[in-house]
């Protein structure tokens, strides 16, 4: 167990590709935490598709031992934390558990909207914060106007950034003793009786539940009796350890050290996210603040493909709620797809992401639906319900009027691409806030509609900066909308999977682009077929689908016309009645390319 004095807790934030990690990778290799030949680059990205994609997605721990020119040990606990505005929780969570922030800042971007962000909550949750400007080595870094902007924008002191290069190695040395030197050393009593704070939990196959834990006070043992306050649910603690990034088993873990438990942990639904761990025959009167719940604002149906894997898709998203407690799932029929899940994500990427994990760590092949976001719906008999599903809309007599919500939207731009972002945000339903200028580079606030923002906001604003504008929001306030429900009918048959609201000026141009697309997809029939959008009972856009003709009078030679024509009436005859009724098929490829729009 180490001594409070020298324990130094910290979290690493700053923008997407900033290079966190890669800072990280350097930390641990100049504290010795691994051996050269051990190290690879973003050691602390464990998932594969973290790796693939080169941003981080969990926020990850590790302990290492450094020794400081005054011939003190120091043990920091570092946290590395994702950029993405997605992941935002993950961040919250990682400042909670920590007493200081190691911002970093791109010597050649400089600072960014999420760097902003991230340096806002670090300030709400107390930090000392130590700032550094990484990727000095390149040719296009300018320190002294990143330093500058720092001032300006942020509003920390520029100069005493320190300069490092996380990809050569330069100026490691300097952040570590600035660490030791500028953060505090955590608060805590051994003394008093066991109180923890559950920061994160995930499954292992071979170790069943593991929880990573920051002890507040107390500590905690091996075969000690626990007890998680918020299900007081009773453990005996079976194993300790911390990561250095290795496993490495310890006996104890005192006041301000951050490790890992195991203790058979049976149910999911006992590892809450931000409960207080305390001993169960002396335990703490006040339980910890624990953090505030994520509000998913993005919502979307999960489906296996094969109706058989439901109880699969249960299991897997229980064992990904317990290592991403931000986001919510619950069960849901559709018609045309059967059994599956309604799902809430923090934002599109956040919901790309836990559908590509269900299907490489768990081996699922899913059908999702057209993401949508959470609507207020006064009713006519002044009942307010919260719609998650677009499928689930009262008929329109009974609805008084229906609420969105809109988000606080921050984009920093460089000048040259400003017209193009306000003619994006404007046709986006926008509304502008405020507009400054730090150095070359704008910075815009605009109110603006999730439901627009959901789709590809964030695609075509990279496109149309050629990648150079950063995004970051918070959900501002609901608003009253005139929105409208689209309907998608394949041969007058309603298919649920495909409804979606949307605005009433933008409703026809959905309908029609997604009939044309189903046209495209769906096979030929023997009959002709109807694809509509509708908004009600009203029909708004429309493609027909051709019938395979077969050629019933291939045998008739020669004779009278009459016979021909009888043959011609008896094919249209029985084409009617299929069309009456006949059960259209739509392909599972034609819901993922039609839900792509």
Partial sequence: ?????????????????HGKSTLADRLIQVCGGLEDREMKEQILDNMEIERERGITIKAQTVRLKYKHDDGIIYTLNLMD?????????????????????????DA?????????????????????????????????????????QIDEVIGLPGEDAIEVSAK???????????????????AGDEGKSLKAMLV??????????????????????????????????????????????????????GPGEVGFITASVKTVADCKVGDTITEDRNPTSKMLPGFKPSTPVVFCGLFPTDNAD???????????????????????TSAALGFGFRCGFLGLLHMEIVRERLSREFKLELISTAPSVVYKILKSNNETIELHNPADLPEANHINFIEEPWILATILVPDEYLGSVLTLCTSRRGEQIDLTYAGTRAMVVYRLPLNEVVFDFYDKLKSVTSGYASFDYQIDAYRKGDLVKVSILVNGEPVD????????????????????????????????????????????????????????????????ISRKRKLLE????????????????????AFFEALKI
């Fill in 168 to 186: 050569t190695g330069q100026g490691i040395k300097d952040v570590l003793s600035d660490l030791v030197n500028t953060l505090p050393c955590p």
């Fill in 570 to 589: 008896k094919q249209k005859a029985g084409k009617k009645k299929m069309r009456q009724f006949g059960q259209v098929e739509i392909p599972q490829n």
């Fill in 81 to 105: 934390t994702p950029g993405h505005v997605d992941f935002s929780y993950e961040v919250s969570r990682s400042l909670s558990a920590c007493e200081g922030s190691l911002l970093v800042v």
């Fill in 200 to 253: 994160d939990s995930w499954y292992d196959p071979y170790l069943g539940i593991l929880t990573l834990i920051r002890v507040v006070d107390g500590k905690i043992f091996k075969g000690q009796k626990i007890r998680f306050m918020s299900t007081n649910a009773n453990y005996t603690v079976e194993s300790l350890g911390v990561f250095t990034p290795k496993i490495l088993n310890v006996e104890t873990l």
């Fill in 108 to 148: 050649s971007q400089g600072v960014e909207a999420q760097t902003l962000a991230n340096v806002y909550q670090a300030i709400d949750a107390n930090h000392e914060i130590v700032t550094v400007l990484n990727k000095i080595d390149l040719p296009a870094s300018e320190p002294e106007r990143v330093r500058k």
């Fill in 1 to 17: 167990m180490s001594n409070i004095k020298h324990i130094r807790n910290f979290s690493i934030i700053a923008h997407i590709d």
């Fill in 497 to 560: 999977a495909l409804a979606m609201i949307t605005n009433k000026e933008q409703a026809e141009q959905r309908g029609r682009s997604i009939c044309i697309k189903l046209k495209d997809l769906i096979p030929r029939q023997l009959f002709r077929v109807a694809l509509q959008a509708a908004i009600g009972s009203k029909i708004i856009a429309r493609e027909t689908i051709s019938a395979v003709r077969k050629d019933v009078t291939a045998k008739c030679y020669g004779g009278d």
């Fill in 310 to 332: 439901f109880t699969d898709l249960r299991d897997a998203l229980d064992k990904l709620s317990l290592n991403d407690s931000s986001f919510s799932f619950e069960a849901e």
